[in-house]
Structures are given as structure tokens and as C-alpha cells.
């Protein structure tokens, strides 16, 4: 049961109507019951893991808050974050050290007999432990008050609709919100079930299928360059359609219960740099990133090329956090590269936008900056997508040659949609352009849409249900629900 089935729809309403129908102080035994529910049909197995990760925190917790000094609370608190990061490092990084080893072990010509173990990743292991990190950590900086209710904490960690993959929220926006008595308002049903359908169209519209298309490229042996820069270019769309389908979806089943999450994304794809899209892609990640890691290693630095260091450590950690591979931790390396290298070049390029006087064309030099910076993401993103350190340099290769950005090999790439699939493909790509238009020059474009006649609401309304019932596929799972 995942979020595109009509089984997870049926699953939720029950719950909404459930939900609103008891009292107020029956309803976190029923929202931990349909997340436990909800896991278990996911993944019974790590049912014990999560239980016991759960019960883990919570006593961490209040032992830290129970500590008289400082460095007494630091101690305990450390204890608890190498615990959870021994449960996410047994399941997620085992086989990813343990291969390591073994390939330095070879080029060595040592002994190394460690074998490979069948290790199943957890779901949502690598979520649910960063909002176990955090909450600990607040509380031994006094930022959060250790939680006494267990029914309470256990669905702060196993919330279910934003379990498997966010946004990962702080327990002071979280906690607080369960424990309030949420009346039934039909602007949360409306806007809740809004955001939903978004998410099923951008996923089943967009995403998937465009996932079986950018697959045929990168599990090609021999790809063109063109089709390489294509593909790339198409993978970064699904991978923003994906994700961002599945938030869509999980701050709209959270919105019908009153609850509200955090956006995750704020069309990270027009950022005019490198940090401006960190500030706007996987934004609750971003922000524990540079919350919990960051500020921390940038404690007492004040040179340059410390805070720079801390940087690129910063971007390896969530190159590694997204998955168990050197391909990641390249991505993550990229990535801080760019950030390091943009700060350290700031200066010179303004002035050089100054000379060549761009900088008195602001919308020609904003949509430059734009699509500079969406291509140093695609080009990472050869990284993100390869399958192997070896496929990802041989792609990066073809990215980056000249040959490839061919306008006739760029059309020629394009062989592999058939002319049906680019044609949906391309309506319901600008259909999503349109509503980032909007976006962008309102606070929402749902409050647009708000305010313009009941017939042409429904009518928007109408067409994203009929379109994903017509033209949607699904079968592809969420991509960040595998990290």
C-alpha cells in the first residue's frame, strides 16, 4: 500500500472520518495505530526496530533532561546519537564499508575474508533517525522539553504520512500540534485534498513516466552523449516531480487531520545559485543539515578555509545519508565544491557581470544565473543516477563533451520517447510550469485559483482527477523512499 494506490486513499479517509468522529483524547491511539498499520503492511519486519528506536529516544531523552550538569547531559546525549547512528550504520553502511575494504584489500594484496551479508535497509530508517538526532540534541541544548506522554512521542516518530520520506520535522513544531484538539474545517479538507491530487498528478504525470524513459539511457551499456544530456536533464524533472509529489502528499493527508508540516520545496529548479537551491530543494533536510552538522564544525572557526572545510564535510554527509555508495559521496563532494566555489568567487563574478554590463540586464542576468545553476545540478545528478563510480565518470564524460550539446544530436536524443509519450509528456510538463508561474507571482497559487470563479475551480479540479485517472501510470515507487 503506497500513497498512489486507491488503498492508501480508502486507508486515509477511514481515518479522517475516524478521526474526527471520537474524542479528542481517544485520537493519538488512533493515529499511532494507522502508523503503526501503515508501516506494517510496508515493511512488518522492522516493525521491532522502529518500536525499539522509539522506546530508545524517548528514555534517552528524559535521562538527558534529568542530568544536573552540562557535561553530564553531553555524555548521555552522545551515547544516544551512536546508538541510532549504529542502527542506521549496521543496516544502510555495512555492506558499503565492508566492500571498501575488501577493494583496497585486492589492490593491496591483503587478506581480507569479511564476506557480503544479505542486509535488508529498513524504510524510512534514515528519516525517522535524523528526527530521533534532533530531538535529542534539542533537548541538551534546552531548545525542547523532554516529551513525558509515550502515545504522543511514539507519533511524533512514526507519523505516518510522513514517515517514509518527510519533511523531517523539529518535535517543538510537531509534538505540540498532536496534542491540540483539531476541530473539523472544511479549508483544511479542501486545501489537504488539493495538495494531494497535486501530488498524484506531478507523480503519475510527470514522474513516472518519465521514469522508464530515463532508465532505458542509463541501463543502455553504450549511450550517446546526447541522449546522456537528455536523459540527465529528464531525470532531474522526475526526481523533482517525485519527491516533491510525495511531500505534496504528505503535507495534505497531515493538512485533513489539522496538522501542519513543513514545505519541502519552493521550485528549487529557478534558484539562481547553488546555496539559493539548497535553500529551496529538500528543505527540511537542508535546514537539519545545517542545524545539527554546520554549525557544529563551524563552532570557534573563524578562517575562510575552516568554514569552507566544514562545508564540503557538510555536503559529504548528505551525499552519504543518500545512499550507501561512492557515487553519493561524490555527489555530496560536487556539491560542496560548487557551494565553496561560488562564496570564493562572489566578488569577481559581480564585477565581471559589471563589465560586460549583464548587470543591466536583471531579468536576461537572473534567467543566465538560472539555468547556469540548473545545469551544474544536472550535471552532479550523473553522479546521483549512475550505478557505479565507473558508469558515473564514463557518463559525466559523455555530459560534459562538447559533441553531446549538439542541437541535431539533442532532437535525435529525443527518439527515445515514442510520439505519444512526448506529447503527454509535454502538455502536462507545461501544465506544472504554468502553476510554478503563478506561483511565483502570488503566495500560492492555490489562493489564486481561490479567487476566480467556482466554474473554473472545479474545472482545474476536474481535469487534474480525470487526467491522472486517464493518462496516469504508476507501479514506480518514490525515489527518496529508498534512501
Not at 522539553?145 to 518527510?166: C, D, M, N, T
Not at 549538439?406 to 505519444?420: D, M, N
Not at 489564486?448 to 475551480?457: K, Y
Request: aromatic fraction near 20%.
Amino acid at each position: 500500500m503506497t500513497f498512489i494506490s486507491i488503498e492508501f486513499l480508502l486507508f486515509f479517509a477511514i481515518i479522517v472520518f475516524t478521526y474526527y468522529l471520537i474524542p479528542h483524547r481517544l485520537r493519538w491511539i488512533l493515529l499511532l495505530a494507522a502508523s503503526y498499520v501503515f508501516y506494517a503492511i510496508l515493511s512488518i519486519q522492522f516493525i521491532p526496530l522502529l518500536l525499539t528506536s522509539t522506546a530508545f529516544t524517548y528514555v534517552t531523552g528524559i535521562i538527558i533532561e534529568k542530568q544536573e550538569t552540562k557535561k553530564q547531559k553531553k555524555k548521555v546525549m552522545l551515547v544516544g546519537i551512536f546508538v541510532l547512528l549504529f542502527f542506521l550504520g549496521w543496516f544502510k553502511y555495512f555492506n558499503f564499508v565492508n566492500d571498501s575494504f575488501r577493494a583496497i584489500a585486492k589492490y593491496m594484496d591483503w587478506n581480507y575474508t569479511l564476506p557480503y551479508q544479505e542486509i535488508v535497509l529498513p524504510l524510512a530508517i534514515s528519516f525517522y533517525t535524523l528526527q530521533a538526532v534532533s530531538y535529542l540534541v534539542d533537548i541538551y541544548y534546552g531548545k525542547q522539553k523532554a516529551e513525558r506522554h509515550y502515545g504522543y512521542f511514539s507519533i511524533y516518530f512514526a507519523f505516518f504520512p510522513q514517515l517514509v520520506a518527510g519533511p523531517i520535522e523539529r518535535a517543538k513544531k510537531l509534538l505540540p500540534q498532536f496534542k491540540v484538539e483539531q476541530k473539523l474545517n472544511y479549508e483544511n479538507l479542501h486545501y489537504g485534498m488539493k495538495r494531494i491530487a497535486w501530488g498524484f498528478f506531478k507523480k503519475t504525470l510527470i514522474a513516472d513516466r518519465l521514469a522508464p524513459i530515463v532508465s532505458s539511457v542509463f541501463d543502455n551499456p553504450n549511450p550517446t552523449g546526447s541522449q546522456i544530456v537528455l536523459a540527465t536533464i529528464l531525470f532531474s524533472i522526475q526526481l523533482f516531480a517525485d519527491f516533491s509529489a510525495l511531500s505534496d502528499i504528505a503535507i495534505g493527508c497531515a493538512k485533513m487531520l489539522g496538522i501542519n508540516l513543513s514545505e519541502n520545496f519552493k521550485q528549487p529548479h529557478y534558484a539562481v545559485s547553488i546555496a539559493d537551491f539548497w535553500s529551496r530543494w529538500h528543505i527540511t533536510f537542508s535546514t537539519w543539515l545545517r542545524d545539527y552538522i554546520f554549525i557544529p564544525l563551524c563552532k570557534g572557526k573563524k578562517k575562510r578555509s575552516e568554514i569552507y572545510l566544514a562545508i564540503v564535510m557538510t555536503f559529504l554527509v548528505s551525499g552519504i545519508w543518500h545512499g550507501a555508495a561512492w557515487t553519493f559521496v561524490i555527489w555530496g563532494f560536487i556539491h560542496g565544491f560548487y557551494r565553496v566555489f561560488g562564496d570564493y568567487t562572489k566578488q569577481f563574478r559581480g564585477k565581471m557581470a559589471s563589465f560586460i554590463q549583464l548587470d543591466q540586464s536583471p531579468v536576461l542576468h537572473k534567467w543566465i544565473k538560472i539555468a547556469i545553476t540548473f545545469l551544474l545540478v544536472c550535471f552532479s545528478r550523473v553522479f546521483f543516477r549512475s550505478d557505479s563510480v565507473t558508469q558515473a565518470f564514463e557518463n559525466a564524460q559523455l555530459f560534459l563533451t562538447i559533441h553531446s550539446w549538439r542541437p541535431s544530436g539533442i532532437v535525435q536524443a529525443f527518439e527515445i520517447f515514442s510520439l505519444l509519450d512526448l506529447v503527454i509528456f509535454l502538455f502536462f510538463f507545461i501544465i506544472v510550469q504554468i502553476f510554478h508561474y503563478i506561483e511565483r507571482n502570488n503566495v500560492s497559487t492555490w489562493k489564486w485559483l481561490s479567487g476566480n470563479s467556482i466554474t473554473a475551480r472545479f474545472a482545474f479540479y476536474i481535469f487534474i482527477i480525470v487526467s491522472v485517472l486517464i493518462f496516469g501510470v504508476s507501479g514506480q515507487g518514490f525515489i527518496y523512499g529508498g534512501f
